[in-house]
């Protein structure tokens, strides 16, 4: 088989090439896959492919390097070390197959790129200077042209606000027990951006209580069934390089998911309520969410109370300077970021731009509450598995052009909020295509879709650069065997991880 090398082989290697072809070219070897069996149902471009393959291989088998090629080190002990690359580069195969360079960079043969991949050593991802389009990142145009193909600056922003959603689950779980008895005290919050910090503490309440007889049978639940818990925090930039390179300074709300007893009864009240403040009947949430965000606590203000009165302070103490306000949630997070920012965005006579990122979050109003949100300018990108149940609940039992037909105080017609960016747990190489309901829905899946995520089009990116440990450590059952096998391999067993901070890429503020 005659292979044309000449366009693609550089000049220094073709005298080394076709020496070495004229030794094998005609003998009965391995190279020519058509000499050992009846190839009339393979096509040629398969047989091209395993011809390089076995080409690869014989020229590996050499000791000869190339002199032109040839690159020289020092070592530690002042010897020359000599290095040299493979001569099949020069045949390009990228540029034949574009997609077999994709393929072959996030094989698990590439153990030096899984090494670093599921390594906890955090990496710098570098971040582009804003300043001069942070309003078209903010929503301002709804995200319009900047999804399919995914922006990478959008796509760095979104990752960055789940990270603070992350660490509004890190800052729960660290200490998830509130007392009945008085006030709570400030709590610690590991954020990973150091150019933010924690202004105010956020906790929601629950309406309901379980009856007396649940603490009977089972007294040891703790804080699974307190009322009042702490649900996330709001946080400032305070960095002048960072506030340089957005173009502003932001105020993130970030809000964890549901983790009580009580959240979770409050996520099943899926009736349609008036908004309290609403002149307009035909505007309406889901019961349970309006709950946890009005609902007053024994020691603690509503949700509602708490970030409407810190972002007024806040307004107030950067008067004059560009300000945004951006909200993030993940799951029930995702849901109260909708009422969060409803509700400050008539908090003040000039609030600043009002943007929602949120991840797994569910249906929460009606169609009069979309209008509502609409007429207030505030701008929702929702992040949603194609895998995902939550994203299609409430309402789950009706489509949603069914839904559009329906009258709007239908307790069941929920309509969704905003611009969507969908992802694909099966677009993900190192997944599996039957991965189970939690994996669809946990928070690292979704950042680990979206830093992977092109376009609808398009596979998972081979220069992803976000992390697999966590998703490793959290959903290690889902993730194929192939690379756990792998990470046993590299010595990075699932169990000695231990993550005290969300596994997030770190960026100089440049």
């Excluded at 090398?5 to 070495?20: D, E, K, M, Y």
């Excluded at 471009?45 to 011809?51: A, H, K, N």
């Amino acid at each position: 088989m005659m292979i044309g090398v000449g366009l693609t082989l550089p000049a220094q290697n073709l005298n080394v090439f076709n020496a070495r072809r004229a030794s094998f070219k005609c003998q009965k070897s391995p190279l020519n896959p058509t000499s050992r069996r009846h190839v009339s149902s393979a096509s040629s471009t398969e047989l091209t492919r395993e011809t390089l393959s076995n080409l690869e291989k014989l020229l590996q088998k050499s000791n000869q390097l190339d002199p032109e090629r040839v690159v020289k080190t020092s070592t530690s002990n002042g010897s020359m070390e000599t290095k040299g690359k493979g001569l099949l580069e020069g045949l390009n195969l990228s540029r034949i197959w574009p997609e077999m360079k994709a393929a072959e960079e996030m094989s698990p043969r590439h153990l030096n790129r899984l090494q670093r991949l599921l390594s906890k050593t955090m990496e710098y991802s570098p971040r582009n200077n804003l300043s001069s389009r942070w309003r078209e990142y903010h929503g301002c145009n709804d995200w319009s042209g900047l999804l399919d193909p995914l922006d990478e600056n959008l796509r760095r922003e979104v990752v960055r606000y789940g990270e603070f959603v992350q660490a509004a689950y890190h800052g729960f779980h660290s200490n998830p027990a509130m007392s009945t008895d008085e006030a709570p005290l400030p709590r610690h919050v590991a954020l990973p951006d150091r150019s933010y910090k924690v202004t105010k503490s956020l906790y929601t309440t629950s309406s309901v209580g379980l009856p007396k007889w649940v603490d009977d049978v089972a007294p040891d639940l703790g804080w699974m069934t307190q009322r009042s818990s702490w649900i996330g925090y709001v946080a400032v930039c305070d960095d002048k390089r960072e506030i340089h390179r957005m173009g502003r300074r932001e105020i993130v709300i970030a809000l964890r998911g549901t983790a009580t007893c009580m959240e979770w009864a409050e996520n099943f009240r899926a009736q349609l309520d008036q908004i309290p403040d609403s002149d307009d009947p035909t505007q309406r949430v889901e019961r349970g969410f309006l709950s946890l965000h009005k609902t007053r606590g024994a020691h603690v203000p509503s949700l509602a109370e708490l970030v409407v009165e810190e972002v007024q302070r806040l307004i107030e103490m950067y008067k004059g300077e560009p300000l945004s306000i951006t909200i993030t949630g993940h799951s029930l997070g995702a849901a109260l970021s909708l009422l969060v920012a409803d509700e400050i965005s008539s908090c003040a006579p000039h609030v600043p731009p009002v943007a929602v990122f949120s991840f797994g979050g569910p249906r929460v109003g009606n169609k009069g509450f979309v209008e509502r949100l609409n007429k207030k300018n505030v701008k929702v990108l929702r992040i949603v598995n194609n895998q995902d149940l939550i994203t299609k609940v409430p309402g789950v039992f009706i489509s949603e052009k069914a839904q559009q037909q329906q009258q709007q105080d239908n307790p069941w017609t929920y309509s969704h909020v905003g611009t969507e960016l969908r992802v694909d747990t099966k677009m993900s190489p190192y997944l599996k295509s039957n991965v189970d309901i939690a994996c669809c829905h946990d928070l690292e899946a979704y950042l680990h879709l979206v830093d992977g995520y092109l376009s609808s089009k398009c596979p998972f990116r081979s220069n992803a650069k976000r992390s697999l440990a966590k998703l490793l450590h959290d959903q290690g059952s889902n993730v194929k065997q192939l690379y756990t096998h792998k990470a046993l391999s590299l010595n990075l067993e699932r169990d000695r991880f231990s993550f005290p901070m969300p596994s997030c890429l770190p960026s100089p503020s440049q």
